[in-house]
């Protein structure tokens, strides 16, 4: 196991802690950090090892598994954080836990093409992707050991610095230099279908960025849509086909990929307007952006909402992309489940 701490725990011992600490001044919410994020650009490589060794701070921390998620998702990778990391050139080459998290933190397929259903955070962090946190065992480790290590995760919010630059070195951060942990894909453990869900479902995103604006943070992942055409409509071949940002704006709310009008009208009118009996916004003089090699290759679309929102921690079952994908942190594998019951 990683360790035994649950929030309410943690919270319990930052409410002692900072009695004894009189290097804390303010009046903030144990555990909430409100300190100004580098912009994208500011990011350096030494800014990101520094990140990176605090992300290590809390994830060998003497936390469950649930709680490590809450950490990661709620407190530390907030939105202005988050949405400075994401913006990152794919050529910036991430530590291995930085990657990981902001990975686990966005919706965007990983390697693989997309998340398979019941995928938690322990399984692609430690199986995965092998990285691996430090681990306390019941038997052997005290209370001292477990506060000891959530240290680094309370001096850095007394210092209310994400960046904090007094952590000490951690438990196998060297593992996490760019490069140095290698792991093979595990292709088998997504299906075509998933895959090919997963593309078709951040194509219609993007096709709203561009048209009418989408938004950054998103509770559950896109659902593609599809209707089927009436019988007294002339011949599908002679369709006008039209397929990106530039369709049919209401196709491209509607997270309809492929927008058709028939020619059998001077006033064109698409075959989802028709059957859903709705004003078309067809228009024939706009130009396909989709040439530019940026539209499918952002450096990353979109993220999750915040766990702070009450929002899963990853998609739904019923989101229709990738097959469905990651679980909630509450929601565990039979494995976890008997880890869980030996804790209690």
């Given at each position: 196991m990683v360790g035994?701490?649950?929030e309410k725990h943690t919270q319990k011992y930052f409410r002692a802690?900072?009695?004894?600490?009189?290097?804390?001044?303010?009046?903030?919410k144990h555990l909430e950090f409100t300190d100004q994020v580098p912009p994208t650009h500011e990011w350096t490589a030494e800014l990101l090892e520094q990140f990176n060794r605090n992300l290590r701070g809390v994830y060998n921390g003497p936390f469950d598994w649930e709680t490590t998620e809450v950490l990661l998702m709620k407190y530390i990778m907030t939105d202005d954080l988050l949405n400075s990391l994401k913006n990152l050139s794919k050529d910036v080459a991430l530590p291995h836990l930085v990657r990981l998290v902001l990975d686990w933190a966005c919706w965007d397929p990983p390697e693989e093409g997309a998340w398979p259903p019941g995928l938690s955070m322990r399984r692609y962090f430690m199986k995965w992707c092998h990285c691996e946190p430090l681990n306390f065992k019941s038997d052997t480790s005290t209370d001292v050991d477990m506060e000891q290590a959530a240290n680094a995760l309370l001096d850095m919010w007394i210092a209310n610095d994400r960046l904090y630059a007094d952590t000490p070195v951690q438990y196998r951060e060297a593992e996490d230099v760019p490069g140095v942990t290698q792991y093979k894909l595990r292709m088998q453990d997504v299906t075509d279908e998933q895959r090919r869900e997963a593309a078709e479902a951040l194509e219609a995103y993007l096709n709203q960025e561009w048209r009418c604006g989408a938004p950054l943070q998103m509770k559950a992942w896109i659902k593609v849509r599809s209707y089927k055409r009436p019988e007294n409509l002339p011949p599908a071949e002679n369709d006008?086909?039209?397929?990106?940002?530039?369709?049919?704006?209401?196709?491209?709310?509607?997270?309809?990929?492929?927008?058709?009008?028939?020619?059998?009208?001077?006033?064109?009118?698409?075959?989802?307007?028709r059957v859903r009996k709705i004003k078309c916004a067809y228009q024939t003089e706009l130009v396909d952006p989709r040439a530019d090699p940026a539209f499918f290759n952002p450096p990353r679309a979109l993220s999750k909402a915040s766990v702070s929102q009450g929002s899963s921690a990853g998609p739904s079952s019923s989101a229709g992309a990738s097959g469905s994908a990651k679980r909630t942190a509450d929601t565990l594998s039979e494995e976890e489940r008997e880890v869980k019951h030996t804790r209690s």
């Open positions: 035994t701490w649950t802690a900072v009695k004894k600490r009189v290097d804390f001044i303010g009046t903030r006008t086909v039209i397929r990106g940002p530039y369709m049919c704006l209401q196709c491209v709310k509607a997270c309809i990929l492929e927008c058709r009008v028939p020619n059998d009208t001077e006033l064109p009118k698409c075959v989802s307007c």
